[in-house]
C-alpha cells in the first residue's frame, strides 16, 4: 500500500505530465499557426512577383496576342521552366496555358482600356473585352494547380541551391 507522501507524489506528477502535454499541444498549435502565416506572406510576395511582372509586360505590349504569348514567357521563364518561348513546354503544360492565358488577357485589357462610345458600348476592333478580374483569376488558377497537382504553384519559387563553399585567395 503506498505511503500518503507516494500518492502525493505521484498526484504531483500526474498533474505535470498533464501541464507538460498542454504545452505541447499549445506549441504544436502555434507553431502551425507561424508556418501558415509565413506560407501566407510567401506566397503573397510571390503572387506580386508574377502578376506585376506580367503586368509590366502587357503594359508594353498595345498587341493583344503579342503581349499575351511575351506575358506567359516572362512568367515561365521566372519561374525557370522555359528559357526562351513558350514552345519549350510540353504538352503536359496545355492546361496550365489555358488557365494562364485568361490572366494575361485581363492583365492586358488593364494597361490598355478599349474606348468606349457616348451610349458606353465598346468600340473593339473584333476583340470581345475582358471582364477578368487579374488577381481572383490567378488565386483560381492556384486552387486548380493544387487540386490538380496537390501543391501550390508558388511552390516552384522554391528551387534548391546547393551550398557553394567559400574560397579565400
Known amino acids: 500500500m503506498p505511503t500518503a507522501a ?3 507524489i505521484a498526484r504531483l506528477q500526474a ?3 498533464i501541464a507538460e502535454a498542454a504545452e505541447r499541444s499549445v506549441r504544436a498549435s502555434v507553431d502551425a499557426q507561424i508556418q501558415a502565416a509565413e506560407r501566407a506572406r510567401a506566397f503573397a510576395w510571390r503572387r506580386l512577383s508574377a502578376l506585376s511582372d506580367m503586368a509590366r509586360v502587357a503594359a508594353l505590349e498595345p498587341d493583344r496576342e503579342l503581349a499575351v504569348e511575351r506575358q506567359l514567357e516572362a512568367l515561365f521563364r521566372e519561374i525557370g521552366w522555359i528559357e526562351g518561348s513558350l514552345a519549350e513546354l510540353g504538352e503536359g503544360a496545355r ?3 489555358d488557365w494562364l492565358r485568361p490572366i494575361a488577357e ?3 485589357a488593364e494597361a490598355h482600356p478599349i474606348p468606349v462610345d457616348a451610349q458606353g458600348d465598346a468600340k473593339a476592333d ?4 475582358v471582364l477578368a478580374d487579374p488577381i481572383a483569376a490567378f488565386r483560381a488558377f492556384e486552387a486548380w494547380y493544387e487540386a490538380e497537382r496537390g501543391t501550390a504553384f ?8 546547393p551550398p557553394t563553399p567559400v574560397v579565400e585567395f
Not at 126 to 129: F, L, Q
Not at 154 to 161: D, I, M, P, S, W
Request: net charge negative; aromatic share 8%.
Open 106 to 108: 485581363a492583365l492586358h
Open 126 to 129: 473584333g476583340e470581345p473585352p
Open 95 to 97: 492546361p496550365l496555358l
Open 15 to 17: 498533474d505535470c505530465t
Open 154 to 161: 508558388l511552390q516552384v519559387y522554391e528551387r534548391y541551391v
Open 6 to 8: 507516494e500518492t502525493l
